[in-house]
């Protein structure tokens, strides 16, 4: 395994790769790596002759009262885990190689960025649409491996590429979860053990809806107060939303048929938790 961090070098070896006949695997990351990046990993060794992971902590993803500086970054233990998944590249550029001095040009998703999420982050998406697609430019994958967790991200993403003619495969893994059900993220670590039992009200409130609409609830508001109902017993979590969206343009049902996200975000003291699930009426 070789970490790479000039974007020029990862280019060229790019391109020798493609040269050669080989495919490549993309799996773009903040590092903090857990079981569910590890998923994405073990799909792009066994579907791709190279799988490159990239590990840039981007800045301008995060508002500027969110948690840049405190995001984890055990650099070591990453590199660790990639090599034994059986990775072939690390690409870990710099911020300022990423975004070199003058940098202006930015992609934004409009409307798909705008809601849910996008709502409560603003320029959110706008930063993980502009390092994505540096990061195709750099890597030249043939496919790229994203979490369900992140279903709003993975519909972006899916957009851009088509929109913008990138020839790359997208591929959204499911969920991985911890035994209890909670769904895996790096930012898990700044939970308490308590938050994290009272975290467990999101995949809970999630199964309860989809029990809802397995009984035959069609109507999104009673499901929504239903579910709010559940979290908002957990008294230190407050919610940002609770949305029930078509699963292409993000856009609120008004009943709840063929396939349908159900989305979820709240927040536990300081750290923001998101979770999903699609139902299938």
């Known amino acids: 395994m070789r970490v790479i961090r000039n974007v020029k ?14 495919s490549i695997g993309l799996v773009p990351t903040m590092g903090a790596l857990h079981e569910g990046h590890v998923s994405l990993i073990r799909a792009s060794v066994k579907d791709n002759d190279i799988t490159i992971v990239s590990i840039f902590v981007n800045p301008i993803q995060f508002g500027p009262s969110e948690d840049f500086n405190q995001y984890p970054r055990p650099v070591s233990q990453d590199e660790a885990l990639c090599r034994k ?27 798909l960025g705008d809601v849910l999420c996008g709502a409560f982050r603003p320029g959110h998406f706008r930063g993980v649409t502009t390092i994505v697609a540096k990061l195709f430019n750099a890597c030249s994958p043939d496919c790229a491996y994203f979490g369900q967790k992140d279903a709003q991200q993975a519909i972006i993403l899916k957009r851009m590429a088509k929109d913008l003619n990138f020839p790359i495969l997208i591929k959204v893994m499911p969920i991985v979860r911890e035994k209890s059900g909670l769904a895996l993220s790096s930012r898990n670590t700044y939970l308490s053990e308590n938050s994290k039992r009272d975290a467990l009200v999101l995949s809970g409130s999630l199964k ?16 929504i107060k239903r579910m709010g109902n559940m979290i908002n017993s957990k008294k230190p979590a407050k919610i940002d939303y609770i949305s029930i969206v078509d699963n292409e343009h993000l856009k609120p049902v008004k009943k709840i048929q063929g396939a349908c996200l159900i989305a979820v975000a709240a927040r536990f003291g300081k750290t923001r938790l998101i979770d999903n699930i699609t139902v299938r009426p």
């Open 208 to 223: 309860l809806a989809r029990e809802l609409v397995r009984k035959g609830a069609r109507s999104p508001a009673l499901v």
């Open 85 to 111: 998944a059986g990775v072939d590249f690390i690409f870990q550029p710099s911020a300022s190689g990423m975004y070199p001095p003058g940098f202006k040009t930015y992609v934004d998703v409009r409307e």
């Open 9 to 22: 070098k990862m280019q060229a070896i790019s391109r020798s790769l493609k040269r050669g006949g080989r």
